[in-house]
């Protein structure tokens, strides 16, 4: 055991942490006599020569720094937010309540049904110091009032200014403020498994709240929840409430959204799953346009991922790429020389595992932009060069509301294309008719007709557009056979008129 300074010090020479450093070394063994006392000691010694016993790891150096996490956490926390939605639902009232009979002898009251509250907590990050937040899609869907509250207890009124159902992402401006802290954004394509990272949120709504993990994984799809499926994945602990908040690694840099957990429970299990910030960049430049919806590229193809199988007869070495399975004639894709049959490897650089990657690299690129793409044709490799464009509404949409007495009422329905596909945030099937809103309490609704619905048949009468719906209209029935599809499933369903 060490008792006295003369000691200590023969201890630092024997492990080598006591280095000569001139006159300052000279002063300080001078003056060592003096302190009996082991911690001054240390404090002194860290002070003058940044080292300490092996037991000791106080951070000294700016690489040492990181070895604590407060000071990440001081630069990234005063940007992550609490958010709180609501919407107010009219009460349903049964029609019994109203009738005298019933009040007169079971002495019931009239009068309006009570309104119910439907509540949501979340959290949220600040990238823009004009009150610009990124949360969750699912935090808000469905809310019509939100509010905000910082890390410094002030809580600001929110409007929502951009949904995005593909991405599970959504922006909301705050109201009247201005001057706010922002986080720094990363590149999520720069990070690597076994990063040190921390989670920032409002689990389970018990305030503003920091947790520490490694990236466990990359590219991890299959999630779901979200149509461009490319998540980091994180042991730091997430739990309901975090939804929304950041993911930010050891320079306070914002490299992902956090936004699902994998659990049993509904509590953490270490498996938690955050939205790439490289894909929140897209989000937040529509925003910044003024756009409600987020324009991405259209590729003008469909692809499947490379199984084993399909990986030996296309003459690679591993099941990786995304297959091309069709090609859209006039499209991007055939125009920069793409065909059925073709295997692409890498985009820009960057290796693609499997269509889902594929669709995720692709998202993140502007419009207007042309990418490099690695392909596999015939066992052979090349690169061809393929041109950004926005999606195009191959045919016009001719909108039509539908009334009348037959089941489709207060549907309405629009003519097929990529551009629709994307307002809609749903996969386009190429052409047909397909579902664009639905009135609450109309026969289409009370059928259980959806927004997104696909109408292939009505009295087997195929449909290929909102005339021929229209025209069928016409025919009375008592009873109508509807064909709909339903993300890509088949339904049929007699009902009637």
Request: glycine share 18%; no cysteine.
């Given at each position: 055991m060490i008792t006295d300074g003369r000691s200590w010090a023969a201890h630092c020479r024997l492990c080598g942490l006591f280095r000569r450093r001139g006159s300052v070394y000279k002063d300080a063994m001078k003056n060592v006599s003096r302190f009996h006392s082991p911690v001054v000691l240390l404090t002194l010694l860290i002070a003058l020569f940044g080292v300490a016993p092996p037991y000791a790891q106080t951070p000294t150096t700016v690489a040492e720094m990181k070895a604590s996490f407060a000071p990440v956490v001081k630069k990234a926390t005063p940007a992550v937010v609490n958010v709180y939605a609501a919407r107010v639902q009219k009460?349903?009232?049964?029609?019994l309540l109203d009738d005298p009979f019933?009040?007169?002898f079971f002495g019931l009251e009239g009068g309006p049904a009570p309104d119910r509250v439907q509540r949501s907590t979340g959290s949220g990050v600040i990238i823009d110091s004009d009150g610009l937040v990124v949360t969750n899609q699912h935090v808000i869907e469905g809310m019509t009032e939100v509010k905000v509250a910082l890390s410094d207890k002030r809580e600001f009124d929110a409007d929502i200014i951009l949904r995005d159902p593909k991405t599970d992402l959504a922006v909301l401006r705050l109201r009247g403020v201005r001057g706010l802290p922002v986080v720094e954004l990363g590149n999520s394509d720069a990070i690597e498994v076994g990063d040190l990272v921390l989670a920032i949120g409002n689990p389970f709504g018990v305030g503003q709240t920091v947790t520490s993990g490694i990236i466990s994984a990359l590219s991890r799809t299959q999630v779901g929840g979200t149509d461009y499926q490319l998540?980091?994945?994180t042991d730091a602990a997430i739990n309901p409430g975090n939804s929304g908040g950041a993911l930010v690694d050891v320079n306070g840099r914002l490299i992902g959204i956090n936004t699902a957990i994998y659990s049993k429970t509904g509590a953490s299990v270490g498996i938690?799953?955050?939205i790439p910030v490289n894909m929140v960049k897209v989000v937040v430049a529509s925003a910044r346009q003024g756009s409600k919806i987020v324009r991405r590229p259209w590729f003008g193809a469909r692809m499947q991922p490379v199984t084993t199988d399909l990986a030996e007869s296309l003459g690679l070495e591993r099941p990786v790429g995304a297959l091309i399975v069709s090609v859209v004639n006039k499209g991007p894709a055939a125009d920069a020389?793409?065909?059925?049959?073709?295997v692409i490897l890498s985009l820009d650089?960057?290796?693609v595992d499997d269509a889902d990657e594929f669709g995720f690299r692709l998202a993140t690129k502007a419009i207007g932009d042309r990418v490099e793409l690695m392909i596999n044709r015939g066992g052979k490799t090349q690169t061809l060069t393929v041109r950004m464009d926005p999606a195009p509404e191959?045919?016009?949409r001719d909108q039509k509301a539908l009334s009348g007495r037959w089941p489709l009422s207060g549907a309405t329905i629009a003519n097929m294309s990529p551009a629709l596909a994307e307002e809609l945030a749903i996969e386009s099937s190429g052409e047909g008719v397909v579902v664009t809103a639905i009135k609450p309490g109309s026969p289409a609704d009370d059928i259980g007709l959806q927004k997104g619905d696909y109408l292939v048949s009505i009295d087997k009468n195929d449909v290929k557009s909102t005339?021929?719906?229209v025209a069928l209209q016409q025919e009375r029935a008592y009873y109508w056979t509807l064909v709909i599809r339903r993300k890509g499933e088949l339904l049929k369903s007699k009902v009637g008129g």
């Open positions: 009460g349903a009232r049964n029609p019933f009040q007169y998540f980091i994945q938690g799953f955050a020389g793409l065909k059925a049959g073709d650089g960057q290796p191959i045919v016009p005339r021929d719906v």
